[in-house]
């Protein structure tokens, strides 16, 4: 994501587009986790509190947010969902998020132990 337009970042529907602005004010307060398998999806935009996806999923009221700070290859993003999932099982819990993106971002760096660009992407927020 571009921190010049990270406020104006949109999510990519089928046939349309939802903006962050309209993501987070989504009536979501029963949602537990959303896993933003996209480029840069927690990067921070030009000013702090500028919003990005991963923030305004959290505002909707995801309890736990999985993004990446930078782009990854589509195939390495790949892996790391299945890995994620297949760790977390079947509740979303915050130990649990946490655990399955830490041995996540693990399991990537045995596999590309000089390539931190790879696994050191994604990020967890929540409680």
Do not use: K
């Not at 587009?17 to 921070?44: F, G, W």
């Not at 993003?77 to 399955?100: C, N, Q």
């Not at 590309?112 to 990020?123: F, I, N």
């Amino acid at each position: 994501m571009d921190p010049d337009i990270s406020a104006r970042a949109v999510l990519h529907l089928h046939g349309s587009e939802l903006p962050v602005e309209a993501i987070s004010r989504l009536p979501l307060e029963t949602a537990d986790l959303a896993y933003l398998s996209a480029c840069s999806t927690a990067a921070r935009g030009r000013y702090a509190d500028e919003p990005n996806l991963a923030s305004a999923f959290q505002l909707a009221g995801f309890r736990h947010v999985v993004a990446s700070l930078w782009p990854l290859t589509d195939a390495v993003a790949a892996e790391a969902a299945r890995f994620f999932y297949r760790t977390l099982g079947d509740t979303p819990t915050a130990d649990g998020t946490a655990h399955a993106v830490r041995a996540t971002a693990r399991d990537l760096r045995s596999r590309y132990p000089d390539r931190p660009d790879l696994w050191a992407a994604l990020v967890h927020s929540g409680p």
